[in-house]
């Protein structure tokens, strides 16, 4: 047993030591660690890629499996890209099918938009009436398992797989929730995602709410027709709470509704072509109208644009919490047939020249979400409530009274509907955030008059 021992130690030692020889033409290179920002030399990108071969011909050579060139440059792709940033990826054949059935096809899914914060799988924000949303799941959330597989070390696009898939089926999301004492179990049924982009609704008959939940294609359109049919409006609030973004077109073309001239977004990168200014246009621009947009750390990309313009542009004031920050442009580039690269070609930048980049959009006027808690009036009785009051009194002396005054109030609840055309002074008050932006906006309204 010694003696076995001693070979296999032998054998260590030598394979260590051929290893150490293998790498012996680059152990020389120069320590580059100070120049990671700075573009290589012929020499650093020759003797760089030979230590990848080598690297390659050890393990295919050493490793204690059969191993696949082939899957090993695959793996050492996605790797490489995983290692760039959290957006960029390598897409393998399959990769590259399930991309083309998410953009071209119908599929199952969750309705929730995700991304990495802090190296940890995290929910930018549930889409609106989607399975996500009506099982509960928070923007803010970190995915610590889908099923039984831990998320740690997972890849975006991986996680995304796994949460996707028939229609019906079912999965569980177990989570990490800010303020719960241990981890939560989130039973979800998948089904098709259809999203209605464009909410609308009216506060007091003087204030139009509109709520952006995402930025697909119809959303300039809406917000337009909107704004059409509630012409007599004196303020705007523009909800983009919970949306993680879309087309940037869609979101350059909601800023141009407000602003007449300038540069709403601008987009650079490493290469000329992806240099781009996005400029508002005159025509068609509501100049006049207080708005004022509601935000949380939800709100991602195209929603950063969206708020991070107006407010470089003086034209709102941005209401809520933090928003997610991320402010990178991907493009996805076919590597021979059935293959790709998810790209991070830029960034974009607000009018300010501010990136939104990790950093977000910070609101004007900073708000928790909450609720706001009625006291009733001190004073029980008021002039107008005497009659009402001395009637029922009455009624609780006579017995037969009572019971009419019940059969007459069950009429009545039977009788009355909900009209989900409006946002009520009672669910204002379930919702701390939307309430201080009225009052806001009103404080706007009033300051404009005259003007």
Excluded: C, W
């Excluded at 001693?6 to 293998?22: E, R």
């Excluded at 957006?87 to 998410?102: E, G, I, N, P, Y």
């Excluded at 009216?202 to 917000?223: A, P, R």
């Excluded at 709403?264 to 508002?280: C, M």
């Amino acid at each position: 047993m010694i003696k076995k021992s001693k070979k296999v130690i032998i054998a260590g030692l030598v394979s260590t030591l051929t290893a150490a020889y293998m790498f012996g033409s680059f152990a020389q290179a120069k320590d580059t660690t100070d120049k990671t920002h700075e573009p290589s030399t012929a020499k650093e990108k020759l003797e760089a890629y030979i230590k990848f071969t080598q690297i390659l011909n050890v393990i295919e050579s050493q490793y204690v499996d059969d191993v696949n060139t082939t899957d090993l440059v695959d793996k050492a792709l996605k790797g490489l890209l995983a290692n760039l940033d959290s957006h960029s990826s390598f897409m393998d054949t399959k990769a590259f099918k399930d991309l083309s059935v998410q953009t071209k096809g119908e599929f199952g899914g969750l309705g929730i938009s995700i991304g990495m914060k802090d190296g940890a799988l995290t929910v930018i924000a549930p889409i609106k009436d989607t399975p996500a949303f009506h099982a509960g799941i928070k923007a803010g959330d970190i995915i610590l398992k889908i099923n039984d597989s831990a998320t740690i070390g997972m890849s975006i696009d991986d996680s995304v797989k796994m949460m996707r898939g028939k229609p019906k089926t079912s999965l569980v999301l177990t989570i990490i929730r800010k303020g719960e004492p241990k981890p939560l179990e989130i039973k979800i049924v998948r089904d098709i995602i259809k999203i209605q982009s464009v909410y609308t609704k009216t506060i007091e008959d003087t204030i139009l709410y509109v709520h952006v939940t995402s930025f697909d294609q119809k959303v300039v359109e809406g917000v337009q027709n909107a704004m059409k049919e509630h012409n007599a409006t004196k303020g705007m609030i523009l909800d983009l709470r919970n949306n993680p973004g879309g087309l940037l077109d869609q979101a350059v073309g909601l800023v141009d509704l407000f602003v007449e001239e300038g540069v709403i977004v601008s987009q650079k990168g490493k290469l000329e072509s992806e240099n781009l200014n996005y400029r508002a246009h005159k025509e068609n621009t509501d100049t006049k109208t207080p708005i004022v947009v509601l935000v949380n750390g939800g709100s991602a990309s195209a929603s950063e644009i969206v708020s991070g313009a107006l407010q470089d542009f003086n034209r709102t004031i941005v209401v809520g919490e933090k928003t997610f920050g991320k402010g990178s442009v991907q493009v996805v580039m076919p590597i021979g047939e059935d293959e790709a690269l998810k790209l991070t070609v830029a960034r974009y930048y607000l009018p300010s020249g501010r990136t939104i980049q990790a950093v977000g959009v910070t609101p004007d006027i900073n708000v928790p979400l909450g609720k706001i808690d009625l006291i009733e009036d001190p004073v029980l009785l008021k002039e107008s409530d005497l009659k009402k009051h001395l009637e029922s009194e009455l009624s609780k002396i006579d017995v037969n009274a009572t019971r009419e005054a019940n059969t007459l109030l069950k009429v009545d609840s039977n009788e009355t509907k909900v009209d989900d055309t409006i946002i009520t002074e009672s669910q204002l008050y379930k919702d701390l955030q939307l309430k201080s932006a009225v009052q806001i906006l009103k404080a706007l309204i009033i300051t404009n008059k005259g003007k």
